[in-house]
């Protein structure tokens, strides 16, 4: 499967940005989906997750309640928005998939990626 992502940009502390991830090839129905993050001298996190369904998500501590991941399975496509941004949100996304037909969001593999959106947020 072969991800684009789309949707980064400047925006100002406490505003929002959808971020977007058009997915193309094998059946994107197949894939659990996740969004990462990088931010500058920082370890890659996993932001939110999805589940192939879309009836299961995970969220890492510091974005929930803020940010929302879905996904349009006619689309092909899963998407991140991310309301109240914070500058700590400031960084490169990258959107990637996992083989799975599971309803859990456990010990996925994420071999395929897309190339990383940049996301800053000024104060």
């Known amino acids: 499967v072969q991800l684009q992502a789309s949707g980064g940009g400047l925006v100002q502390a406490g505003g929002s940005l959808r971020l977007s991830c058009a997915a193309s090839g094998r059946s994107f129905s197949n894939y659990a989906m996740g969004w990462f993050r990088q931010a500058p001298g920082k370890e890659r996190e996993l932001v939110a997750a999805?589940?192939?369904?879309?009836?299961?998500?995970r969220y890492t501590d510091s974005v929930k309640g803020r940010f929302t991941i879905s996904r349009d399975t006619a689309k092909n496509t899963v998407y991140l928005q991310m309301n109240s941004l914070k500058p700590e949100d400031t960084a490169v996304y990258y959107c990637?998939?996992?083989?799975?037909?599971?309803?859990?969001?456990?010990?996925?593999?994420?071999?395929?990626w897309g190339q990383g959106t940049q996301v800053t947020v000024s104060s």
């Open positions: 990637a998939a996992a083989a799975s037909d599971s309803y859990y969001l456990l010990d996925l593999e994420f071999p395929h």
């Open positions: 999805i589940n192939w369904s879309g009836y299961n998500t």
